[in-house]
């Protein structure tokens, strides 16, 4: 009778467990919620753990406490030229050892406990040197959490934005490459009771989708500054970001703008002297557009005390400008030149002896009339122009004359002065400013790729 009861009770109960399998494993959940608990409760329990003294050295020694730190860059929304600033988003980690905090893992079930309370543990005073603004993120919850590990190890992690300080050269604007830095150093402490460290590794992450709108982000270096005040030496990281300045959109805003006007000032060279209007309009326009150009850029920029390369730019660009109208005035006043001689020609004309008789200056003869030719020549020939004569060579005589007679016989085909200075300067302001560009961008891309190295 006794076994089949037994046998009978048995089967209720295997029944049952197979009927509420959640009931076990909510029970075991409990008891793995509860052993948390008392895990946390006795290490972190009223009089076990004090938050305001720091951990141990080495080897529970008196030495200081080692902190490694670690950095992933989510985001750079703006570097800004004129604070000289730059804003990102980063999260912050930090990792030390405290043999207060020791428990047992269950036999590896425990593999860490999890905090949002900073408060409850020590934690070291790093702050941030050149930050001049910052805030954590709290939606929707705060964005911040601390792993304590079995053999004492914390982790503490948070998210964060800040806006830190970037002193600039702008020597080399727009074609200059930048260095950000991003300092972190003890507050209170000193070398002697706390050290940061960089983790072993990979010590600063960068998000790979990474985008910046004027910039690149060549490359990143890890280093440490510590520094030594009258109350001590103080540990100091610092990570220095590279960046590129983006020059294609400084091109198509600012570089061919300017070369669009400096040109368009050119073409009163192709106008007529007598359209004095046009002329005027056209020189003023360009100078007026290229001086609100210039302004617009300098009022992005800093006021420093050196010289930019996009000032050189403007300033060159501006003169070129000025120049085209500047000749115009030289233009106006030969034209106005050239008439009054040919009013004088008007009046009195040369005498019948006069036009039969003309004089070549450049060939000392004189001609008379059209049957007879003679050559005037110095009875007695100076010193030096013996000694000038006999030491050019033949060769180079022949070229020079032949040189002078072309310019002489093109310029010949434009009789009067003001049409001579339209065309000279039709040449002369294309080359000139050509040998510019050719001059200012061999210079800058050079220093620019010194500077890069």
């Not at 079995?150 to 948070?158: A, D, F, K, N, T």
């Not at 702008?170 to 300092?183: A, E, F, I, N, T």
């Not at 001609?367 to 033949?394: G, Y």
């Not at 002489?408 to 002369?428: A, E, G, Q």
Request: proline share 5%.
């Amino acid at each position: 009778m006794w076994p089949g009861v037994l046998k009978l009770l048995l089967l209720l109960v295997l029944i049952t467990v197979l009927l509420h399998p959640s009931r076990c494993t909510q029970d075991k959940g409990q008891t793995f919620r509860e052993k948390e608990k008392q895990v946390l409760d006795n290490i972190l329990g009223p009089g076990r753990y004090d938050a305001r003294i720091r951990p141990s050295g080495e080897n529970e020694t008196d030495g200081p406490t080692k902190v490694n730190v670690n950095i992933y860059l989510r985001s750079i929304s703006k570097i800004n030229d004129y604070k000289m600033e730059y804003s990102v988003q980063l999260t912050f980690r930090e990792q030390w050892l405290d043999e207060r905090l020791k428990f047992d893992d269950s036999q590896g079930r425990l593999k860490y406990l999890t905090l949002t309370d900073a408060s409850r543990v020590w934690m070291p005073d790093l702050f941030f040197s050149n930050e001049k603004e910052g805030h954590f993120h709290n939606i929707i919850m705060p964005n911040v959490y601390i792993r304590i590990f079995p053999e004492g190890s914390v982790l503490y992690s948070i998210r964060i934005s800040l806006t830190l300080s970037c002193p600039m050269n702008l020597k080399l604007y727009p074609l200059d490459r930048q260095v950000c830095s991003l300092r972190m150093a003890s507050y209170g402490w000193t070398t002697d009771d706390l050290v940061f460290l960089w983790k072993e590794g990979d010590p600063v992450q960068v998000v790979k989708n990474l985008h910046l709108p004027r910039f690149t982000l060549e490359k990143f270096l890890t280093d440490y500054c510590n520094s030594k005040t009258n109350t001590g030496e103080y540990s100091c990281l610092k990570v220095d970001l590279l960046f590129k300045r983006e020059f294609s959109y400084y091109l198509i805003q600012i570089y061919i703008p300017c070369c669009m006007l400096v040109i368009v000032s050119w073409v009163s060279f192709w106008l007529d002297q007598s359209a004095v209007p046009a002329r005027v309009s056209l020189g003023v326009t360009t100078l007026l557009t290229m001086a609100t150009q210039t302004s617009g850029i300098n009022a992005s920029l800093p006021p420093v005390s050196y010289t930019k390369a996009i000032d050189i730019w403007t300033g060159v660009c501006l003169t070129f400008v000025f120049g085209a109208l500047l000749e115009f005035a030289l233009v106006n006043y030969a034209s106005r030149s050239d008439m009054h001689s040919e009013n004088m020609e008007k009046k009195y004309p040369p005498s019948d002896t006069e036009q039969s008789t003309s004089i070549d200056l450049s060939s000392d003869q004189v001609e008379p009339d059209n049957s007879s030719n003679f050559v005037m020549k110095p009875l007695v020939r100076q010193p030096e122009d013996t000694m000038s004569v006999d030491r050019m060579q033949p060769c180079e005589l022949h070229t020079q004359t032949r040189t002078k007679n072309c310019c002489r016989s093109w310029l010949s085909k434009f009789p009067t002065k003001s049409k001579r200075i339209d065309v000279i300067s039709r040449i002369f302001f294309p080359i000139v400013f050509a040998f510019f560009n050719l001059t200012y961008w061999s210079t800058y891309l050079f220093r620019q790729e010194a500077e890069g190295e």
